[in-house]
């Protein structure tokens, strides 16, 4: 597990970038963290780093929403309202898992079958600033040199 320290919204979206730019098709990203902890826009920043220039919104209400990157498509899902075991093919996606990112915004504890091999990223509010402490983690060694990668941001 390593922690990076986010000062402000642009940092978090920079970081994202960072990590976008590292993510490979098939590849699940679990996002957790309390509403307004920065899911959506650490997600904006993975976007960027995909190549996708659609905007990205929450999917709170339609649950997911596909973008087309240059690389891979990316998949946003917001699983707050789904159930404690979310299967892709629940998503009804015009999108194939191993084809596409997958980013789950309050993914964790629900959309572990996804992938036996997520990245975890928890987000957590300090105080009650904009400084946003984040910790990655995942078994992979993929996801060990991932974050091996972004380390100058801790
Ligand atoms: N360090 C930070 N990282 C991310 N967002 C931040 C940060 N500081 C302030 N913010 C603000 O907090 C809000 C986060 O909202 P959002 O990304 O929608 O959160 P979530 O998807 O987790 O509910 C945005 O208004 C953003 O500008
Ligand atoms: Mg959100």
Redesign the pocket.
Known sequence: MTTFI????T???RFGESLGSLLQAGDVVI?D????????????GLALGLGVTDPIT?PTYVISHVHQGVRTSLVHVDAYRLGSHVEFDDLDLDADLDTTVTVV?WGEGRAEGLSEEPLYVR?R?EDD????QLTLSGSLDRWAAVIDALRGWS
């Open positions: 986010l000062t402000d919204a940092a978090m979206m996002l963290g309390p509403l307004g902890a920065g899911k959506t826009t650490l997600t904006k929450s915004e987000i509010p600033g904009d400084v946003r």
